[in-house]
Nanobody, 122 residues
Framework: VQLQASGGGLVQAGGSLRLSCAASGRTFSSYVMGWFRQAPGKEREFIAGITWSGGRTYYADSVKGRFTISRDNAKNTVHLQMNKLKPEGTAVYYC????????????????WGQGTQVTVSS
């Protein structure tokens, strides 16, 4: 599976962005998909995850109620709608695919996109 993230950019605090992750490969629908972010000097942080069917979603407490993850298996895409962005959300955002037992654990994902930069100005 190859992943391509897009949709990052510069936004003011309180604004919104929608990230997309396009996947290649016929087995996309069998994977859990996750979004992570990594700020300079910090570890990669779990943001959101979604099961293969889209029936269950998971969020970090820091983004719960503001971010929404969704997927379209027919189009091999996963999205992350980010609302009410905060300056501390400035980071490179990565999409990932895998079959993790612990959806929040980056080490349990097998495939990663190249990342897209999100910068939130105050």
């Amino acid at each position: 599976v190859q992943l391509q993230a897009s949709g990052g950019g510069l936004v003011q605090a309180g604004g919104s962005l929608r990230l997309s992750c396009a996947a290649s490969g016929r087995t996309f629908s069998s994977y859990v998909m996750g979004w992570f972010r990594q700020a300079p000097g910090k570890e990669r942080e779990f943001i959101a995850g979604i099961t293969w069917s889209g029936g269950r979603t998971y969020y970090a407490d820091s983004v719960k109620g503001r971010f929404t993850i969704s997927r379209d298996n027919a189009k091999n895409t996963v999205h992350l709608q980010m609302n009410k962005l905060k300056p501390e959300g400035t980071a490179v955002y990565y999409c990932a695919a895998g079959r993790p037992v612990r959806y929040y654990n980056a080490h349990e994902y097998d495939y990663w996109g190249q990342g897209t930069q999100v910068t939130v100005s105050s």
